[in-house]
Nanobody, 119 residues
């Protein structure tokens, strides 16, 4: 059974930092790993992604402040968030891509972790 668990959220003042972690288990071979953010009443929006080869990409508003990284041995993806702003507030979800022979990559989601940035 595949499980994806995020952690590391919390309450922080503007300008502060947080490090989110997301661990996958029972998933086999992992492809792309991504972080998303969702605020009440809004859709889940993509924040950052990292490919299996380590190439990264960021949403424009977090470029230069957030860093996504992965540890393949631990099947973990991280999101280092610096210089946080109130608009970074939301529930952060990770999405883990599962690679299976002969099938398209499928995504598994965690339950989310709340990040609140106070002004």
């Amino acid at each position: 059974q595949v499980q994806v668990v995020e952690s590391g959220g919390g309450l922080v003042q503007a300008g502060g930092s947080l490090r989110l972690s997301c661990v996958a288990s029972g998933i086999g071979t992992i492809g792309g790993m991504r972080w998303y953010r969702q605020t009440p009443g809004n859709q889940r929006n993509w924040v950052a992604s990292i490919t299996s080869s380590g190439a990264t990409n960021y949403e424009e508003s977090v470029q230069g402040r957030f860093t996504i990284s992965r540890d393949n041995a631990k099947k973990t993806v991280y999101l280092e968030m610096n210089n946080l702003k109130p608009e970074d507030t939301g529930v952060y979800y990770c999405s883990i891509g599962r690679i299976q022979l002969g099938r398209p990559e499928s995504a598994y989601w965690g339950q989310g972790t709340q990040v609140t940035v106070s002004s």
